[in-house]
């Protein structure tokens, strides 16, 4: 830390991830996914955010500033399968005050 203030980089998941809404829904857009059979992550928590979201969340929490937000969408393939990742991927500082 420097001045005041921490690096910070975060990596999450994105709405528009083939895993969102697979499984059984949660709170706060989350899910077990329970019905994914073709990522590996069959029965493990998945929590998916809107990039506004994230953003709120982290601003509030962390007073993020000087941030820049990326959009990361790939296609994999998995067992001859098509599976779209979407990830919200965030740089910034953060604070404690």
């Known amino acids: 830390?420097?001045?005041?203030?921490?690096?910070?980089?975060?990596r999450a998941r994105s709405v528009?991830?083939?895993r969102y809404g697979?499984?059984?829904?949660?709170?706060?857009?989350?899910?077990?996914?329970?019905?994914d059979e073709f990522s590996g992550e069959k029965n493990c928590l998945c929590t998916a955010?809107?990039?506004?979201?994230l953003v709120g969340i982290?601003?509030?929490?962390?007073?993020?500033?000087d941030f820049e937000v990326i959009t990361?969408?790939?296609?994999?393939?998995?067992n001859k399968?098509?599976?779209k990742d979407s990830d919200i991927i965030?740089?910034?500082?953060?604070t404690k005050e």
């Open 81 to 83: 399968v098509y599976i």
């Open 72 to 78: 990361s969408e790939n296609i994999n393939i998995k």
């Open 22 to 35: 697979l499984g059984e829904k949660l709170k706060n857009s989350s899910f077990i996914l329970n019905y």
């Open 49 to 53: 955010y809107q990039e506004h979201e």
């Open 58 to 65: 982290l601003k509030e929490n962390l007073n993020l500033y």
């Open 90 to 94: 965030i740089y910034g500082k953060i």
């Open 16 to 18: 528009k991830d083939h």
């Open 1 to 10: 830390m420097g001045g005041g203030y921490a690096h910070f980089f975060l």
